[in-house]
């Protein structure tokens, strides 16, 4: 007898808006108290204390249009957020400050969340997407340098990117980008070539979300269909399909991979999350707690697994913490 799914460890209220973004920043040494970044429709990024369970910060920096988009850069002081007034906003919150220190227009209309990968300490790369509809820009922070501008070969109807994802091999090797556009295309691409080195078709609707976790090298993506793609890297660089999961309910909105790589979740359209064992995609539970759409899932990075948590921000402007397969 399969046991019946548990309920939240604690729900996050009072964003007054749908939550399109989580982030957390738990690893710190103690006593840092373990936060949650959180993105909302009406354009705050929320700072949770985990402890409370309630806010100490509210940011207001994005004219109160959506946040799709927040991200720690190395530390919990030094934040990054993206908003739907096409704008990334830097933020230094060291010493109670709450105000932007830099920004980057990306004009870009759609709602494809950058990706950021750290080269050395104090240095990272951001990939966005940019006012040309199909193209992906690679910039260095802090000095907003552009590294490359990423085009799709003339002819190829790629349309949009829906979403980014930076990754290297192993420290010092050459970073590598996956995009999965409008079309339904995974590309991998090489940035100091800046040129794609392999294209794989995964889906017949636009890719949503996607992950990958570079030592198995194998990544997963979801759509509005109903159905998870698995897609692997061979040494050739050329994207394969792996296999295919069939879902119940159409409509995945965000993936995300576990940092030690045994689970994943997915956050659907049908109000809920799954879990999923990631090497063999098994399901493992059905979490039902949403009254709406789920926009976003995220884990934790305590360095203690027992305290590993899962957050999912949903449209009906809650937050679910989850405790769950904390001991694998």
Known sequence: MALPPPDPQFVLRGTGA???????????????????FSGSENGFVHVWNLKTHRVDTALDGHGRKSVYCVKTLGGKNRLLSQGRDQRICLW??????????DSVFTENVGFC?????????????????????????????????????????????????????????????QPLLLA?????????????????????????????????????AKGI????????????????????????????????????????KKILATAGWDHRIRIFGWKKLKPLAVLDYHTATVHCVSFSDHKN????????GSKDHRISIWSIYTQT
């Open 305 to 312: 697994p027992s305290e590993r948590l899962l957050a999912a």
């Open 221 to 260: 993506s979801g759509s509005s269909e109903k159905v998870l793609s698995i897609w692997s890297l061979n040494e050739q660089q050329n994207l394969q399909v792996y296999k295919a999961r069939k879902l119940v309910n159409a409509g995945i909105s965000d993936i995300t991979i576990r940092p030690d």
């Open 92 to 101: 230094d919150l060291a010493e109670g400050r709450t105000s932007v220190m």
């Open 18 to 36: 749908a939550v399109h973004t989580l982030h957390f920043s738990c690893g710190g040494q103690e006593p840092d108290v373990p936060m949650l």
């Open 113 to 173: 969340r950058c990706s950021l990968l750290e080269m050395a300490q104090g240095r990272w790369l951001m990939a966005m997407a940019t006012k040309a509809l199909e193209e992906v820009q690679v910039l260095e922070l802090p000095s907003k340098t552009s590294v490359c501008t990423l085009k799709p070969a003339v002819g190829a109807k790629l349309g949009m990117p829906m979403c980014l994802k930076l990754w290297q091999l192993s420290c010092g090797s």
């Open 180 to 216: 999965g556009y409008e079309d339904g295309s995974v590309v991998l691409w090489n940035l100091s070539m800046g040129k794609a080195l392999s294209q794989l078709i995964c889906h017949q609707e636009p890719v949503m979300s996607l992950d990958f976790d570079s030592e198995k």
